[in-house]
């Protein structure tokens, strides 16, 4: 057979579908000393052994078979797959509200490359149709590919393009707005239109999907739905993040832009509100508030569109024996601010303290967050505290780092007058800062406990 047939084999793995005449894409059944697998043999990657043959077998799971422990292989069919979805004119129903999907890439919009055997941005927002049909019966939607990205490329200049692609859609009479983002940057995005799009008359939500649209076990589809639910249907006029709430598919939660952060690398519900609730939940039948208190949606058009981004901005995130020339070198290099990430209530060592005032001296905005998560800044409390605010680090209450970061470069976009600067930074925008934190605001449930245990067991993850 032609070596067009075993796509990405190698070696050993080559030898033994060569051995049974055994195809990629050939429907197959595996005998082996650890039991029969039956499913399509599917491409190689490129970049992986020779000693394993993968089959996508009935659950739609892909496993890895061992040459060594096959004994015997047959081919019982043969089909190649297409994993490209047609892309399909979404219909119109009269009455359902217009929703605009903006696409920027990230696994929400995916696919598995059996090249690479990786994760590839490859639908565009109307393949997304042809894979989730239910979307008709949500709103009348438009879709857009604005960018094609995996979401650690995403930056100030897409964040500014978004923001004024949302006040064009506002202004051309949208009833709500649904961004495809992948999940590793989302939040930042999700802070940087809070703050660049204000005002805003309708939804805005940002959503992705933990694991690719071709795995059983994706969350893309309805978080897709919950998502044009909230923006077609919902009353909250707010940019918000759209994912799961549990693990499993009862709901999906919505929670503000500036207080949302990604806490699992892997878990369909991996964003979490910190130091509140979440806005609402959400299911295909509506939206359900959680915090009475929201900005409510309206008929006007009246958005306010600020796109600034100063990118000489940077993080520092704290660790013992840190040396000066971290901070020195952010200085050297043309950085106008930085956000430190300390710890406790707000703190760095004593050896930074030259850095740190000779950064504040020659103009360097420097404010400080903490490594905890949840939970404020106090830096009046200890002396080391004290002493940092003496040389002029500015405590940022309980902002999360990432939305401090983005909020920084928001404001020095403006202006570099940094009493200005400082007034912006303080000034919450919508939650970034709160008064405090609700006593059902941090919740970690610990595994191993009697009380957890029970409560696990009795409801769900």
């Keep these: 057979m032609s070596e ?6 190698k070696g050993a793995a080559l030898e033994v579908l060569k051995k049974y005449s055994v195809r990629v894409w050939g429907q197959t059944v595996v005998h082996t000393t650890r039991g029969t697998f039956t499913g399509t043999v599917l491409p190689r990657s490129e970049n992986d052994d020779d000693k394993h ?10 496993i890895g078979v061992d040459v060594g422990n096959i004994t015997e292989m047959s081919e019982t069919g043969y089909k190649k797959a297409n994993y490209q979805i047609p892309e399909k004119e979404f219909p119109y129903t009269k009455g359902l509200p217009k929703v605009k999907l903006i696409g920027t890439g990230g696994t929400i919009a995916s696919r598995l490359d059996y090249r690479t055997g990786a994760v590839i941005p490859a639908f565009s927002p109307g393949e997304l149709y042809g894979a989730v049909p239910e979307l008709a019966d949500i709103c009348n939607l438009t879709t857009e590919k604005v960018f094609a990205v995996f979401s650690e490329n995403m930056g100030p200049e897409q964040y500014i393009k978004l923001a004024i692609q949302i006040g064009k859609e506002i202004e051309n009479g949208i009833e709500g707005i649904v961004i495809g983002h992948g999940t590793d940057t989302l939040h930042y995005t999700a802070a940087a239109l809070t703050f660049m799009v204000q005002n805003s008359p309708i939804p805005i939500v940002l959503v992705g999907s933990q694991r690719s649209s071709d795995r059983p076990s994706s969350d893309a589809a309805l978080n897709l739905m919950h998502a044009c639910t909230a923006a077609g249907h919902g009353n909250i006029a707010e940019v918000m993040v759209c994912m799961f709430g549990p693990t499993s598919d009862e709901y999906g939660f919505l929670h503000r832009g500036t207080r949302v952060r990604k806490m699992h ?14 806005l609402a939940t959400v299911t ?34 704290y660790y013992t024996n840190m040396q000066p020339d971290m901070i020195d070198s952010m200085v050297d290099n043309g950085y106008k601010g930085i956000i430190i990430i300390g710890t406790g209530l707000g703190h760095v060592n004593k050896p930074l303290y030259p850095a740190i005032e ?5 103009g360097v905005a ?17 002396d080391t505290g004290r002493d940092l605010m003496a040389k002029g680090v500015i405590p940022l209450e309980n902002m999360l780092p990432e939305v401090a970061y983005i909020k920084l470069g928001w404001a020095m976009g403006q202006t570099s007058d940094l009493e200005e600067v400082k007034k912006i930074m303080l000034t ?27 409560f696990i067991k009795e409801h769900h993850k």
Excluded: C
């Design 53 to 62: 043959i993968v089959v996508k077998i009935a659950t739609g799971y892909n």
């Design 4 to 9: 067009d047939f075993f796509q990405g084999y």
């Design 358 to 362: 000779r950064a504040t001296k020659k």
């Design 366 to 382: 420097i404010y400080m967050t903490v490594q905890t998560i949840w939970g404020y800044v106090h830096m009046f409390v200890y």
């Design 428 to 454: 919450p925008i919508n939650d970034e800062i709160t008064r405090r934190e609700p006593y059902n605001g941090y919740l970690v449930y610990q595994g191993g406990v009697p009380e957890i245990e029970g």
């Design 265 to 278: 690398s892997s878990y369909r519900s991996t964003f979490r509100t910190i130091g509140d609730t979440p």
């Design 284 to 317: 295909r039948k509506g939206v359900n508030p959680i915090k009475p208190e929201y900005n409510h949606r309206r008929k006007d058009k009246n958005v306010i569109i600020k796109p600034y981004f100063e990118e000489k901005i940077g993080m520092i995130y």
